[in-house]
């Protein structure tokens, strides 16, 4: 199976459950492992064989900016389906963390993996 990653994507987007997290955008971090539907690219090297790194983010972007989660955990659900389904991967793996959320923790967060 062969793999993209998105390491370390930062955006700031509102998530929570606290009132103040309904108004106050969050820095939030992911990190995705998208397994290609083919292996073609490797063979062809043409854009249209691969996965499209700059429309997974963008789309992602997207997410960030017209939905709302109140979870960590739905949010990161939610891009899942958006990889497996729109992109057609048979596997996906997202984690994704709030950053300095809580005193003296750098990081906290959940990691899923997906299968379609």
């Known amino acids: 199976m062969d793999i993209i990653f998105l390491h370390d994507f930062k955006a700031k987007t509102l998530i929570g459950i606290y009132p103040w997290e309904k108004k ?3 820095t939030i971090e992911l990190n995705l492992e998208i397994a290609l539907p083919t292996n073609r690219a490797c063979f062809t090297d043409k ?3 691969a996965l499209d790194y700059s429309l997974i983010i963008k789309r992602i972007n997207d997410i960030l900016a017209t939905k709302q989660f109140s979870l960590l955990e739905a949010l990161a659900e939610h891009i899942a389906q958006i990889i497996l389904t729109e992109f057609n991967s048979p596997w996906v793996k ?3 963390a709030k950053l300095d959320i809580i005193k003296g923790v750098k990081k906290l967060g959940v990691c899923i993996e997906r299968k379609s």
């Open 24 to 26: 106050i955008a969050q």
């Open 47 to 49: 854009l249209e064989d």
């Open 94 to 96: 997202v984690s994704a």
